[in-house]
């Protein structure tokens, strides 16, 4: 295929505004999939893709068209559509040259619009806005296009109106792909690079990766070497994602498509990583990081004896996500479990989903955490505020971007939600990583009669230590049984007591039920009560059943 008719594009959005409906009908207009089929998000793979019509795993689909008399080949290579994933979406976007920058005519210019438009804007991309759902009764596609002219610099004539769901003016978004994006600048007679921008994992054929050919020329049976880990391979099966995959000889610089080489786990094939010939190294493509968590949690079976089941399942799913970092680790109170890092809350969210759906686990995940660096100094006299504004601009007279500097922990419990409850559901919301700040950060305890409750130990802000403190004394209170004396909650910081609450002392009689005789029964309730003390865990001399910690690591 002539590098001249090649276009390698991308379709971004913020969230909702149409990205997969608008790909169905991209795939439909060239005869890929079949019109007459129900297709409902065809490249939308996974089951919590479908349910939360979100866009995990990149997809990538190979499109033929004719256009004036000219065959064309035109690689759609799906992003995430979350924050969460902005490396992969800047990774699948460095095999394009171009984007549809997708805007919801109702809705206008969103959070990850944003976002999503500035890392097409750094990899130097054509951008084509297109204005989508202009069939709604309150579409306002001028208001639209004026968003779009003050915010990107984009000339409002640049934008395509139309309606995704109906198939209204689709056509002109292909014509645009053809005459507006570029085609891909490479050299066929040079040696192979070529650049992984998405893995994923089968259980018979290991790792596919999903590769952009920048340089060269792979068939099967060539000798490939992993820039990253310098592991050599041997190619399997190369082809081309019609949107399945289809095998061919040869992938010609320019092309898109998978490459099969016998790499055990998408660890061995990183997103962003660089193939080349054995013996023939090039320079490797720019822009390579390995992923970093950025919001960690434990996760515990909800019954230990799903230990080894839970173990496999994570196991599995890491096989396919490389990502997620996992360590092993254990709770007095919770059993053993892991403490996995994940990109962001949805990647943690979407994790637990598909543990639940696809590998029938159910487990506990406790409060998630962000990473603190310690400096063991007195340097933190620096005052530290929580948020600061960094910008402002108005989009347009009722709509206004704020850009804030916030430490991440602020934001990953319940920020969002608030947010969106707030204002109504209108606010809309994106972050990126700013590093890491100095706060003033302490470590709270949380006493039981004077001892020191190991699972509830949390690193928390100083001004907000007393406000979490007593919120958790509050909480304990509430979940602990009453015992035969009374008890002290209290949470503490380093010596100092910031909040403190009382359980009355109660007896807890099995017996009371009984009345008199039935001396089996008796026994029976006896063994009962025994059974149930299994569960508690000892702190002090006061007994904690297991689930009080569940209520109170889960509900934080
Ligand atoms: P994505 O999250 O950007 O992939 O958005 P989807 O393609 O999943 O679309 C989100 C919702 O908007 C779905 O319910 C679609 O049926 C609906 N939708 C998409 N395009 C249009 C359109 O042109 N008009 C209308 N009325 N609804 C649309
Ligand atoms: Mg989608």
Redesign the pocket.
């Known amino acids: 295929f002539p590098v001249e008719n090649i276009r390698n594009f991308s379709i971004i959005?913020?969230?909702?505004?149409?990205?997969?409906?608008?790909?169905?009908r991209l795939l439909e207009l060239t005869g890929t999939i079949d019109k007459t089929k129900n297709n409902k998000?065809v490249l939308?793979k996974l089951q919590v893709e479908r349910e939360r019509?979100?866009?995990v795993k990149a997809q990538t689909a190979s499109l033929f068209h004719n256009y004036e008399g000219k065959q064309y080949l035109l690689n759609l290579i799906d992003t995430p559509?979350h924050v969460d994933f902005s490396y992969e979406v800047s990774r699948s976007l460095s095999a394009c040259q171009g984007v549809l920058l997708?805007v919801d005519a109702n809705e206008g210019i969103q959070a990850q619009t944003v976002a999503n438009f500035f890392l097409a804007f750094e990899a130097q991309l054509s951008v084509i806005p297109v204005i989508?759902?202009?069939?709604?009764k309150n579409a306002d596609p001028e208001r639209v296009e004026n968003q779009i002219e003050k915010v990107f610099d984009i000339p409002s004539d640049e934008c395509i109106k139309?309606?995704?769901?109906?198939g209204?003016n689709v056509e002109s978004v292909l014509q645009a792909v053809i005459e507006r994006i570029p085609p891909p600048k490479v050299h066929r007679k040079n040696p192979l690079r070529a650049l992984v921008f998405d893995s994923t994992f089968d259980h018979y054929r290991g790792v596919v990766a999903n590769v952009a050919l920048f340089d060269g020329v792979v068939s099967k049976g060539d000798k490939i070497v992993s820039a990253h880990t310098q592991k050599t391979y041997e190619v399997n099966e190369v082809g081309v994602l019609n949107p399945n995959e289809q095998p061919t000889h040869k992938l010609y610089a320019g092309q898109v498509g998978y490459l099969i080489a016998g790499m055990k786990d998408v660890t061995e094939a990183q997103i962003g990583d660089t193939l080349h010939l054995h013996k023939q190294p090039v320079e490797p493509l720019p822009g390579f990081k390995s992923a970093k968590p950025m919001v960690f949690a434990g996760i515990y079976p909800v019954d230990q004896s799903e230990y080894n089941n839970l173990k496999s399942a994570i196991e599995k799913l890491t096989l396919n996500d490389s990502s997620v970092t996992i360590h092993r680790d254990s709770s007095l109170a919770l059993g053993a479990g892991w403490r996995l890092g994940f990109l962001g809350l949805l990647h943690m969210e979407v994790f637990n989903q598909r543990l639940e759906q696809e590998y029938n686990a159910s487990v506990i995940l406790t409060t998630p955490t962000v990473p603190y660096k310690a400096v063991l100094s007195s340097s933190k006299l620096i005052k530290a505020r929580r948020a600061v504004q960094k910008n402002m601009m108005f989009i347009d007279q009722n709509r206004v971007m704020l850009k804030y500097l916030f430490p991440l922990n602020e934001i990953v419990v319940d920020f969002y939600d608030s947010l969106k409850s707030l204002s109504s559901g209108y606010a809309s919301f994106d972050y990126e990583d700013a590093g890491y700040q100095t706060a003033e950060l302490v470590k709270m305890d949380i006493l039981l009669n004077g001892n020191t409750v190991e699972e509830l130990v949390t690193v928390v802000h100083k001004d907000k230590a007393h406000s979490i403190g007593k919120a958790m004394c509050e909480r304990l209170k509430d979940c602990l049984p009453r015992q035969l004396f009374e008890i002290a909650i209290q949470a503490s910081i380093g010596s100092k007591i910031i909040a403190r609450e009382t359980v009355k002392a109660y007896r807890k009689n099995v017996l009371a039920k009984c009345y008199g005789g039935d001396i089996t029964r008796k026994m029976k309730l006896l063994k009962k009560q025994a059974e149930g003390k299994k569960k508690l865990r000892k702190i002090g001399n006061i007994e904690v059943p297991k689930d009080t910690f569940i209520k109170v690591l889960k509900t934080q």
Not at 132 to 136: A, H, S
């Open positions: 959005a913020h969230v909702d505004h149409g990205k997969s409906t608008l790909a169905d998000q939308d019509g979100i866009t559509g997708v989508n759902k202009i069939d709604l139309i309606s995704a769901k109906l209204t």
